[in-house]
């Protein structure tokens, strides 16, 4: 083979191996591009899931100004024992800092929110570390919610090994949430930490879905439609405790009053 042929099949192979590096370089485009185009494509999915999810986020009913109507009852006498004399909760919620740092609003927060009974406000807490649904004794009689006699009576207890209360009645409460209504079967016990306490066997009817950072609750309705429960802010729990206990003074104070008509 002559110099001259070797040089011309350098030369023959040198324009091969170009033409291979721009056949690369122009793959390697179009990859990018289509890469380009699939980020996007990840980015409107992703705005759109997180418009969707805060469609079906349910916030809580605004807590009236006006003072609802105390009617004359008599409030059911509490035992006078230390598992029921505030309230039977672990902690009480009248201990959430009203002006928490930044960010840890919900870190120390049971979750609280603000429904209805019928035309009622009723302040909700969600505990999974509670084994019963209940209903505060006073709520049901104070609004005519009618109570039965419970199929199993049985006896509640917190943490203590103390006796707790006998459970006798059982009450159909109709919670509205604003975007829904939940039929829940509650026990009837004397509470003042709240109207209605969710437990263990609420989140594993609604499949409910805890999330630890923002205390949000992601919960499926009986007909299968997810929605997500906001809680309320420290300050919000706060209003709405400072009320049931203005509304349960003032009853009280009311039931003490003679009665001048016998």
């Known amino acids: 083979m002559t110099t001259h042929q070797r ?3 350098v030369i023959k192979d040198y324009g091969d191996l170009v033409n291979r590096v721009g056949a690369l370089e122009n793959s390697f485009r179009t990859l990018e591009a289509s890469n380009q185009q699939i980020l996007e494509q990840l980015k409107q999915i992703t705005t759109h899931i997180n418009n969707l999810q805060r469609e079906r986020e349910v916030e809580s009913f605004e807590e009236s100004d006006e ?9 059911v006498q509490e035992p006078k024992d230390n598992f029921l004399q505030h309230s039977y909760m672990v902690a009480r919620s009248l201990q959430i800092q009203p002006t928490p740092e930044p960010g840890l609003e919900q870190r120390r ?16 807490i969600i505990d999974g570390g509670s084994s019963t649904n209940c209903v505060s004794m006073d709520y049901c009689k104070k609004n005519k919610i009618i109570t039965d006699p419970h199929p199993n009576p049985h006896q509640i207890k917190w943490l ?3 006796e707790g209360i006998h459970v006798t009645r059982q009450a159909k409460v109709l919670l509205n949430f604003g975007s829904f209504i939940d ?3 509650c026990d009837v016990v004397p509470m003042d930490a709240c109207h209605v306490l969710l437990g263990r066997p609420w989140e594993f009817d609604r499949d409910a879905i805890k ?4 205390n949000k609750y992601d919960i499926k309705t009986e007909a299968g ?23 349960k003074q003032m009853s009280e104070s009311q039931s003490l009053k003679p009665n001048h008509g016998n």
Do not use: W
């Not at 003072?67 to 409030?75: G, V």
């Not at 927060?109 to 909700?124: A, D, M, P, Q, T």
């Open 67 to 75: 003072e609802e109507e105390i009617q004359e009852y008599h409030p």
């Open 225 to 247: 439609i997810r929605y997500i429960l906001k809680p309320l802010s420290p300050m919000e729990i706060m209003k709405s405790q400072a009320k049931m206990q203005k509304e």
């Open 7 to 9: 040089d011309e099949g």
């Open 160 to 162: 203590d090994n103390k």
């Open 211 to 214: 999330y630890g950072t923002t």
């Open 183 to 185: 039929t829940v079967i």
């Open 109 to 124: 927060n049971i979750f609280h929110y603000r429904g209805r009974v019928g035309e009622k406000s009723c302040l909700v």
